[in-house]
């Protein structure tokens, strides 16, 4: 839900105040000391969301689609990449600064290759589920 909130929060309040908490859950009496146990593939594609956008892009984009197929998208996302929601998140708040200082044209880039990329990813759970409810209707 905070996911959705923030997308369709234009003020960017909603964003600030979840970022806000998020970087200082490592205080937090109890939930300090928790720690993610990554598989070592996780802790790759970790490291690589960090420093590749694109990759940071095709995983917000495959996720989007799942959600969109009535798949858990966090949960799909550490299956197939060891990447739990909480460091996902961590590392948009990473690229959240940057992406606020981009141009249009910068912008425009990503938005582009993010829709492509949830795109192919839809094409997948399309074709896992069997198809799109509505492919076989013709008007």
Not at 47 to 56: A, C, L, N, P
Not at 75 to 96: C, P, R, S, T
Request: proline share 2%; net charge negative; hydrophobic share 35%.
């Amino acid at each position: 839900m905070w996911i959705t909130r923030m997308q369709e929060d234009h003020t960017f309040e909603v964003t600030t105040e979840f970022g806000k908490y998020f970087g200082e859950a490592d205080q937090h009496p109890k939930l300090g000391a928790l720690q993610a146990s990554l598989i070592e593939e996780g802790a790759i594609n970790l490291e690589k969301m960090k420093t590749d956008r694109y990759f940071y892009e095709e995983l917000n984009g495959a996720r989007q689609a799942a959600y969109e197929y009535g798949i858990y998208g966090a949960q799909w996302i550490e299956e197939k990449f060891g990447i739990n929601l909480g460091d996902f998140q961590a590392v948009a708040l990473q690229w959240m600064p940057i992406t606020n200082d981009e141009p249009f044209e910068t912008l425009d880039l990503f938005n582009k290759y993010r829709e492509e990329k949830q795109k192919e990813y839809a094409a997948i759970f399309a074709s896992e589920q069997g198809g799109n409810l509505a492919d076989d209707m013709e008007f």
